[in-house]
């Protein structure tokens, strides 16, 4: 075992004892911050394919790398030169996550208000209270809000089931800023029909859908390969997952 395997063996063992990804990627921030970005790139590159195994342990480190690239320590000139340390050493993975790249569709202009001729002469500050109330009528018209702090507010609210958070991620066109905000719930993000539904919604961002990607199960990512509508760098990077998986990567 090489001496990057070693460390980064011992930092996704530190990892798997702490309770959700945001600690994970504190930790992560914090162990990075003496290192040197050819070595963090390759901590990262071999996180990226120990996850293709899905042990657990590596799975809840891979799940804290999008928390930690928002973190202060990785500003754009660090997330830049990362990028072209993932380039020269062709880590793949690494750099495809650090690509900005535009969701597959865009919703059109205007569409930033609700719909609902009951919410649109709202407030954001009055929605974002109706956000929080115990009335599920009220709360099912809030769904389709498109302002990505109403979600947030509504995403907390315990009244909610999958079924409704479903509604949300399945919603198109949407605001690719309000599927963020069910990416980055740790409480829904845990369910395993909201990231296949975020996977498939063409309005999500494809960094979050590539991401994604390796928590789901070999027939989804076939299916997911036949979609029209999903970018070409979700359907590349999940064809070569499911040829991983099958043992036919070169």
């Not at 750099?95 to 930033?112: A, D, H, I, N, T």
Request: charged share 30%; hydrophobic share 40%.
């Amino acid at each position: 075992m090489s001496g990057v395997e070693e460390k980064t063996e011992a930092l996704v063992l530190l990892l798997s004892g702490l309770s959700d990804r945001k600690l994970r990627a504190a930790s992560l921030e914090g162990k990075f911050s003496g290192m040197g970005m050819e070595e963090i790139a390759s901590i990262l590159n071999h996180i990226c394919q120990r996850t293709k195994s899905r042990e657990l342990p590596y799975l809840k480190a891979y799940h804290a790398l999008p928390e930690l690239l928002r973190s202060p320590y990785f500003t754009r000139e660090a997330i830049l030169e990362l990028r072209a340390v993932a380039r020269q050493r062709d880590y793949a993975e690494v750099f495809r996550m650090l690509l900005e790249l535009p969701p597959q569709k865009v919703p059109p202009l205007g569409s930033e208000g609700p719909e609902d001729p009951l919410l649109k002469d709202l407030t954001l500050g009055h929605r974002k209270s109706l956000a929080k109330s115990p009335k599920m009528k009220i709360l099912r018209r809030l769904l389709k809000d498109q302002d990505p702090a109403v979600i947030r507010s509504l995403l907390l609210n315990p009244r909610l089931t999958e079924s409704e958070i479903l509604k949300i991620a399945s919603l198109k066109p949407t605001s690719p800023g309000v599927l963020e905000e069910i990416f980055r719930n740790h409480k829904w993000i845990a369910r395993y029909r909201v990231k296949k539904a975020l996977v498939c919604n063409p309005y999500c961002p494809p960094s979050i859908a590539v991401h994604l990607l390796k928590f789901l199960l070999l027939n989804d990512l076939r299916e997911i390969i036949q979609f029209e509508d999903l970018h070409l760098a979700v359907k590349e990077a999940a064809y070569q997952l499911m040829a991983e998986r099958n043992g036919k990567a070169d």
